[in-house]
């Protein structure tokens, strides 16, 4: 199958010396959902802004559906779309005339680009708003109208940069099961940036996971989850307890038969075990007897977050997603 992103050995370093991406490599088929994951300041932002012609790459090499990116950035335009994590609307417009404008830049004219706009107006379920100035949209109508925007010229590759942050839950499934169908029906190919574990598990098929400038893992989910060796035991502690403490809960965890690993996770312990449900009364009287009294204790099945935690030594906050308050409605 074609390789419609192929990165080899990409290296990023801004004016001020910071080396933002540091000789990443990966390739995204045509036809897929591809998942681009870490938290901020990863270099998740810069390397979207690389790929979609918006910053010079210092090293290494890209082609976008077989484009050079140095040498062709124009085609690359033709073929892409692109939407960011700020919305990129002319908020003194109404929702059509951002889509007609956006049409018009992309040499669209007349009937076709009527009816396109007209589509996307319906697809979006942004209708009854059409008429009305983009500024006085709520937040989760704006993100489906800067998406309309994206979608105007039918792009091959959809480039999504953290497109749901910020957005109520309603909202963010509402995007989701749009771009389901997008990427199932259309084939279009999509690229998304997120740091919400969920969304990449629901809708991407592989994924790169990116920390410091580097990729630390990769895979599809289901491959990634299954290397955890189990499901997730996790141990909460009270908050500030000593390191001394949060040491000997390692240990004791450790000394289990059928744990395959064990994570600090600042505010818990995290132990990953086959046979969890089994040996869960055997890690109580242990962490009993060895003076350890968590808080909770519990079991659930592994996740992305738990695939993070192992490859970084964290997770990824509520606090560090930026989560902003919606704008209210205004008609």
């Not at 968590?294 to 989560?323: H, N």
Request: proline content about 3%; charged content about 30%; aromatic content about 4%.
């Amino acid at each position: 199958m074609f390789d419609v992103i192929a990165v080899k050995n990409l290296v990023v370093i801004y004016p001020d010396g910071t080396r933002a991406v540091d000789g990443i490599s990966f390739s995204v088929k045509e036809g897929e959902f591809f998942g681009f994951l870490g938290p901020n300041g990863a270099g998740k932002s810069t390397t979207i802004k690389t790929l979609t012609t918006l910053l010079r790459k210092t090293s290494g090499s890209i082609t976008i559906a077989g484009f050079d990116i140095g040498e062709s950035a124009a085609e690359i335009r033709k073929v892409i779309g692109v939407l960011s994590q700020e919305t990129a609307l002319d908020v003194d417009l109404t929702g059509r005339e951002n889509l007609r404008l956006q049409g018009r830049l992309q040499q669209m004219r007349g009937a076709a680009l009527e009816d396109r706009v007209d589509e996307l107006l319906d697809l979006m379920k942004l209708e009854e708003v059409a008429g009305k100035p983009a500024g006085r949209y709520s937040g989760g109508m704006k993100k489906r109208l800067d998406l309309a925007c994206a979608l105007v010229h039918k792009p091959r590759l959809l480039f999504l940069d953290e497109p749901t942050t910020g957005l109520d839950p309603q909202s963010r499934a509402s995007i989701w099961e749009y771009l389901e169908s997008l990427n199932k029906d259309d084939g279009t190919t999509i690229f998304l940036t997120t740091q919400y574990m969920e969304e990449a598990d629901r809708l991407c098929r592989d994924l790169e996971i990116i920390d410091h400038g580097k990729v630390i893992a990769g895979g599809p989910p289901t491959e990634l989850k299954e290397t955890l060796g189990g499901e997730t035991i996790t141990i909460s502690l009270k908050r500030g307890t000593d390191r001394d403490l949060r040491s000997k809960t390692m240990d004791v965890l450790r000394s289990i038969e059928g744990v395959t690993n064990v994570v600090d996770s600042e505010d818990a312990v995290i132990a990953y075990a086959k046979n969890a449900g089994e040996i869960v009364t055997d890690i109580a009287t242990a962490l009993d007897r060895g003076g350890v009294r968590p808080s909770s204790l519990s079991i659930s099945s592994p996740t992305l977050d738990d695939v993070f935690l192992k490859v970084t030594g964290r997770r990824i906050r509520e606090e560090e997603l930026g989560r902003k308050e919606q704008e209210p409605f205004l008609m």
